[in-house]
């Protein structure tokens, strides 16, 4: 059993599945979980100090003795410093997000470290490719948090023709259908975010994974359109609020009081109301809490059926 492809190899995982590296959800219970399961656990650093994304990375390596990788934020001030934490831990995988990772590249690579950045175009993924990528993440704008414009079915096979390094597919993807769907437009392997949100190891608090799991098709909002930096999440009060004040073109630093802080406050504090319930539109498909183990190998078992008719 199992799906090998140069990704699997590439970073040495059982299965081609790498979780999202989400600000607040993605520590080192998750990634622990998920690279146990077979698949790679991802610590987002988001906007944490360096020292907490080391003790993340020392906590992480207590619970699991496979590869797991480290997602840092390029546009965070403190990013040089966390790129530093990352190659004295010895972490096997980065991914990053928000920026150019050109000037840390040679960094890394000296460190044996698998630099993986996410795309949103395929300028961008060939920038990444030049730059000495390993592999890139072509993220369609179906995905939670911070979003691009092109959909995962036109992005992907327009980077997998781009690029001779592997791609993974992400956005939009939630079970082995979308997982088969991926490796038919030449993926090597999916990322997920918003599946792993709802799973068990996950700390995202009950009220934030009951709305995730009790979404419709259409209860994901974009808010940020007008400042340039767009999100998707799910509708609440605060989305209301912004959107209205978006389109009475409140300027971008009222906004950002608004949702300050909003991420933690939902995944923390559970507040549902005026938290950033940051999903992907594949939200309305999950329907249930389950182990990363059962989530990994439900999503194998019907990718597999689908691909090879097993």
Same mark, same amino acid.
């Given at each position: 059993?199992?799906?090998?492809?140069?990704?699997?190899?590439?970073?040495?995982?059982?299965? +081609?599945?790498?979780?999202?590296?989400? =600000?607040?959800?993605?520590?080192?219970?998750?990634?622990?979980?998920?690279?146990?399961?077979?698949?790679?656990?991802?610590?987002?650093?988001?906007?944490?100090? +360096?020292?907490?994304?080391?003790?993340?990375?020392?906590?992480?390596?207590?619970?699991?003795?496979?590869?797991?990788?480290?997602?840092?934020?390029?546009?965070?001030?403190?990013? +040089?410093?966390?790129?530093?934490?990352?190659?004295?831990? #010895?972490?096997?995988?980065?991914? %990053?997000?928000?920026?150019?990772?050109?000037? @840390?590249?040679?960094?890394?690579?000296?460190?044996?470290?698998?630099?993986?950045?996410?795309?949103?175009?395929?300028?961008?993924?060939?920038?990444?490719?030049?730059?000495?990528?390993?592999?890139?993440?072509?993220?369609?704008?179906?995905?939670?948090?911070?979003?691009?414009?092109?959909?995962?079915?036109?992005?992907?096979?327009?980077?997998?023709?781009?690029?001779?390094?592997?791609?993974?597919?992400?956005? #939009?993807?939630?079970?082995?259908? #979308? @997982?088969?769907?991926?490796?038919?437009?030449?993926?090597?392997?999916?990322?997920?975010?918003?599946? @792993?949100?709802?799973?068990?190891?996950?700390?995202?608090?009950?009220?934030?994974?009951?709305?995730?799991?009790?979404?419709?098709?259409?209860?994901?909002?974009? %808010?940020?359109?007008?400042? #340039?930096?767009?999100?998707?999440?799910? &509708?609440?009060?605060?989305?209301?609020?912004?959107?209205?004040?978006?389109?009475?073109?409140?300027?971008?630093?009222?906004?950002?009081?608004?949702?300050?802080?909003?991420? &933690?406050? =939902?995944?923390?504090?559970?507040?549902?109301?005026?938290?950033?319930?940051? =999903?992907?539109?594949?939200?309305?498909?999950?329907?249930?809490?389950?182990?990363?183990?059962?989530?990994?190998?439900?999503?194998?078992?019907?990718?597999?059926?689908?691909?090879?008719?097993?």
């Amino acid at each position: 059993m199992g799906i090998k492809t140069d990704i699997t190899k590439l970073l040495g995982i059982e299965y +081609p599945v790498i979780q999202g590296g989400m =600000a607040w959800v993605a520590e080192y219970h998750l990634a622990a979980a998920v690279s146990n399961a077979g698949g790679l656990g991802i610590i987002g650093a988001a906007s944490a100090p +360096p020292e907490v994304v080391r003790e993340q990375i020392q906590k992480t390596r207590e619970f699991t003795d496979k590869p797991f990788g480290v997602n840092v934020m390029l546009m965070n001030p403190n990013a +040089p410093e966390v790129a530093q934490v990352v190659a004295e831990e #010895g972490v096997k995988v980065v991914t %990053t997000g928000a920026g150019n990772p050109a000037k @840390f590249m040679e960094l890394w690579k000296n460190a044996g470290i698998k630099v993986i950045p996410v795309v949103a175009s395929v300028a961008m993924a060939r920038m990444m490719e030049k730059a000495g990528a390993d592999a890139v993440v072509a993220e369609g704008t179906e995905s939670g948090g911070h979003i691009g414009s092109a959909t995962t079915m036109t992005l992907v096979p327009q980077v997998v023709d781009a690029v001779k390094i592997p791609v993974i597919a992400a956005g #939009g993807i939630g079970d082995g259908r #979308g @997982f088969a769907a991926a490796m038919m437009l030449g993926a090597k392997a999916v990322q997920m975010g918003t599946r @792993f949100i709802v799973a068990k190891e996950s700390i995202v608090h009950k009220n934030y994974k009951d709305r995730v799991i009790k979404a419709k098709d259409i209860d994901s909002e974009v %808010t940020g359109r007008s400042t #340039g930096h767009p999100i998707r999440v799910l &509708r609440n009060k605060m989305t209301r609020e912004y959107l209205k004040m978006e389109s009475e073109g409140v300027g971008l630093e009222e906004l950002e009081m608004l949702t300050l802080g909003s991420l &933690r406050k =939902a995944v923390m504090d559970g507040d549902v109301v005026d938290g950033s319930l940051m =999903a992907g539109q594949i939200a309305g498909l999950i329907g249930k809490e389950q182990t990363c183990k059962e989530i990994i190998e439900e999503i194998m078992d019907e990718a597999e059926k689908l691909l090879f008719g097993k």
